[in-house]
T-cell receptor
Framework: GESVGLHLPTLSVQEGDNSIINCAYSNSASDYFIWYKQESGKGPQFIIDIRSNMDKRQGQRVTVLLNKTVKHLSLQIAATQPGDSAVYFCAENSGQGGSEKLVFGKGTKLTVNP | NAGVMQNPRHLVRRRGQEARLRCSPMKGHSHVYWYRQLPEEGLKFMVYLQKENIIDESGMPKERFSAEFPKEGPSILRIQQVVRGDSAAYFC????????????FGSGTQLSVL
């Protein structure tokens, strides 16, 4: 079954607010994590990634936090804009058996209200 | 630099027909992945290939589904004798040799089985 899941299926925020999307994973052997954004009718778009030897990584308006103790991952979006409305997926890679496949969670739908 | 190219964008088949989905990876990428997505769900791993080699097919159904990535030309996901349950969005992703777990996705093929 899925080893990656999400706390909330939907999130609604006001434009300009900060958004936090959470993700729990169960495979302690996972050493690489990615966040993807998927807009309706499109493929997943890479946002940011992080390796297990880090606990925080920042990009442009986005920050990923990794807490290995409780196996929790979060994506923070600063000053959320209407264009950020999409479904956000976290994914993990354990690298088991030499396979680089990613395991995806079910996703969180972010709606930004103007 | 073109992204991952998938075609067709939409494919309609009747039960019992064959479906062929094509994927051309990004330039310089030698690894291809196929994922399936049902509405309101995350992406499910199907198969991971290199040129002329299947690395991991643990997500492929045992029957009717096959995948290849020949030396020349695109990767093909083939579904024989399609059934209504095969209706889904099929996404292809590719990754560079130096970061094989960092997947870049195409826009997908929406397969509808009548």
């Amino acid at each position: 079954g899925e080893s990656v899941g999400l706390h909330l299926p939907t999130l609604s925020v006001q434009e300009g607010d900060n958004s936090i999307i959470n993700c729990a994973y169960s495979n302690s052997a996972s050493d690489y994590f990615i966040w993807y954004k998927q807009e309706s009718g499109k493929g997943p778009q890479f946002i940011i990634d992080i390796r297990s030897n880090m606990d925080k990584r920042q990009g442009q308006r986005v920050t990923v936090l990794l807490n290995k103790t409780v196996k929790h991952l979060s994506l923070q979006i600063a000053a959320t804009q209407p264009g950020d409305s999409a479904v956000y997926f976290c994914a993990e890679n354990s690298g088991q058996g030499g396979s680089e496949k990613l395991v995806f969670g079910k996703g969180t739908k972010l709606t930004v209200n103007p | 630099n073109a992204g991952v190219m998938q075609n067709p964008r939409h494919l309609v088949r009747r039960r019992g027909q064959e479906a062929r989905l094509r994927c051309s990876p990004m330039k310089g990428h030698s690894h291809v992945y196929w994922y399936r997505q049902l509405p309101e769900e995350g992406l499910k791993f199907m198969v991971y290939l290199q040129k002329e080699n299947i690395i991991d097919e643990s997500g492929m159904p045992k029957e009717r589904f096959s995948a290849e990535f020949p030396k020349e030309g695109p990767s093909i996901l083939r579904i024989q004798q399609v059934v209504r349950g095969d209706s889904a969005a099929y996404f292809c992703a590719s990754s560079p040799p130096a970061a094989r777990e960092k997947l870049f996705f195409g826009s997908g093929t929406q397969l509808s089985v009548l």
